[in-house]
């Protein structure tokens, strides 16, 4: 196996597996760096607006029908959106 096969194995294998692992993370975080800094600042808001509903949460004891939960899980997504966007714009070197 040549070296250049190796590093191209070891970075395929570390985009699935950082690819696995945001997908399984249950809140969202900033990843994006500011190279990108709209869809960075994107982040920070969905982070922040996360944080702000987990509040509404504890001080209405959890009590908002379900629909608190639903909208972590949209923010959840839309932060995970925004990452492979993030993605596209790297791979066609923007």
Not at 26 to 32: G, T
Not at 56 to 80: F, I, Y
């Amino acid at each position: 196996m040549s070296k250049k096969s190796f590093v191209l194995g070891v970075a395929l294998a570390s985009t699935a597996l950082f690819g696995c692992a945001t997908m399984a993370q249950d809140r969202p975080y900033v990843d994006i760096g500011w190279h990108h800094g709209n869809l960075k600042n994107a982040q920070e808001n969905i982070v922040a607006a996360f944080q702000y509903i987990q509040l509404a949460q504890r001080d209405n004891d959890g009590q908002l029908g379900g629909h608190a939960a639903r909208a972590k899980e949209l923010l959840t997504q839309a932060n995970e959106e925004l990452r492979l966007a993030a993605d596209v714009a790297n791979a066609e070197g923007r």
